[in-house]
């Protein structure tokens, strides 16, 4: 496994690393993970799965989802393994950001809606939900009788108007709205739709002073496109291009620290989605060894999964307990 480095000198001047550890999956075929979910839930005493009888003294991981026990988690699957690869090295860039984003979306409840809602809130049954909403999905009586009696003079004559013609024609019920002054209350309420995925992406102006680090650049580069493409299984003959499918790339697992201490928060696996380098973005010059002066790298990295409230759990407990990650 190398280490590629940059700079190689005057690294004592800034104590901010970044590190780039690639590592491989090593993905199980689903022959394998059939026999080892059979193994983990054998309740027989023979596979030691999760339900049964605990050691004396085993404890849980602060903020993870179930016990590891005998190599399996309490979801019955053993976790895959990473195998570690070749790493990179570099100084910590100048700006990093974090975003964590939860995704909501704007429903309309509409009347029925909100009468469920209602039934719901109040812990009414389920047919009692449905007959709250059904009731008022159409006006009442009383509603249409005053809207016949008195014309669409009264609020409650309008808001039958709108609620019967409204479905039918959206010209008359416009109609009513400018009007009367009244339009329906769609019920408009926020739900929770998951959390996204985090996208991180750094910046490097590399420029060498001296043979070596320029060598360094140059594997540097080569080391994040390796890891960034995907290889091919089952290629047609001697076809270039051809094949029948792809594995997963390399996932990199990136650590950042000024001095002993962390940055940031904590990071999962990540895949590597660009590489992009421009060379001598400032003037067309290059060192007498054909190197060029300057070289600027551009990486884009998104998470393998979005994260959950146990990897927070976890993450602050790693901080209080001031846990690094080099």
Do not use: C, W
């Not at 001095?259 to 001598?280: A, C, D, I, Q, S």
Request: no cysteine; net charge negative.
């Amino acid at each position: 496994m190398a280490i590629f480095k940059f700079p190689l000198e005057g690294t004592s001047n800034y104590k901010g690393k970044i590190k780039f550890k690639a590592v491989r999956e090593d993905y199980q075929t689903i022959l394998d993970k059939a026999i080892k979910v059979g193994d983990a839930f054998d309740t027989s005493g023979r596979g030691g799965g999760p339900f049964s009888d605990r050691p004396q003294g085993s404890e849980s991981v602060p903020g993870a989802t179930g016990y590891f026990y005998n190599g399996a988690t309490s979801s019955g699957v053993q976790p895959s393994t990473r195998v570690p690869l070749d790493t990179a090295e570099l100084y910590l860039p100048s700006q990093i950001n974090f975003r964590d984003a939860a995704e909501y979306q704007n429903v309309n409840l509409g009347m029925i809606g909100g009468a469920a809602a209602l039934a719901l809130r109040e812990g009414g049954t389920g047919a009692q939900m449905l007959v709250d909403a059904m009731s008022n999905a159409l006006p009442s009586f009383e509603d249409l009788q005053d809207a016949f009696v008195n014309g669409l003079r009264s609020e409650t004559a309008q808001v039958a108007a709108l609620r019967t013609v409204g479905r039918l024609s959206e010209g008359v019920g416009g109609a009513i709205e400018t009007e009367t002054g009244i339009t329906l209350n769609p019920n408009r309420r926020s739900t929770f739709k998951g959390i996204g995925l985090r996208r991180f992406n750094f910046s490097f102006q590399l420029i060498p002073t001296s043979e070596g680090e320029a060598e360094q650049i140059r594997k540097i580069i080569g080391f994040f496109r390796h890891n960034m493409y995907p290889d091919i299984k089952g290629q047609f003959g001697n076809i270039p291009g051809t094949s029948a499918a792809f594995t997963f790339p390399s996932k990199f697992e990136i650590s950042m620290v000024y001095g002993k201490k962390r940055v940031g928060t904590m990071t999962l696996p990540m895949f590597l989605e660009h590489v992009n380098v421009t060379y001598n973005p400032n003037s067309m010059a290059f060192h007498s060894d054909g190197e060029p002066q300057e070289t600027v790298m551009d990486l884009a990295f998104i998470e393998e999964r979005a994260l959950t409230k146990p990897d927070i759990v976890a993450d602050n407990f790693a901080q209080f307990n001031k846990e690094i990650y080099m």
